[in-house]
């Protein structure tokens, strides 16, 4: 069983690469005006902020969604955690410039542990 939840995440590991190529290419048509460099770090920066995040509390349900509706649904709910937790951690004070690195982080930590806490229970680990 380690061997497929090792494929299953290759395979899907490939797919937002491919994810993050297609958000480039098409920032880059978008903004054709714009440096290369700097289309590359807004893709990148929209990939950290919440593809990644949202990939990891959607991977939950990788046995009943596919990879594109965990993908789309994940983007918006990591937005909109983003968005509110941004708010609330404005309110208690913490500087907005901390919630770039804090919150991807915190999320993609909190759905990898729940990821890896249901994989054990399944016994797959």
Do not use: C, Q
């Amino acid at each position: 069983m380690k061997k497929e939840a090792f494929d299953l995440f290759k395979r899907e590991m490939k797919y937002l690469g491919i994810a993050l190529a297609a958000l480039f290419i098409a920032l880059e048509i978008a903004f054709y005006k714009e440096n290369l460099l700097a289309v590359l770090r807004n893709a990148l920066s929209l990939f950290w902020l919440f593809v990644l995040p949202g990939y990891f509390i959607m991977l939950y349900w990788h046995e009943n969604l596919g990879f594109l509706e965990r993908f789309f649904v994940g983007f918006a709910v990591a937005a909109g955690i983003t968005g509110v937790f941004s708010y609330y951690a404005g309110l208690i004070g913490l500087n907005i410039k901390y919630h770039v690195i804090l919150f991807p982080i915190v999320m993609i930590l909190v759905g990898a542990w729940v990821n890896l806490k249901e994989l054990k229970k399944d016994s797959i680990y």
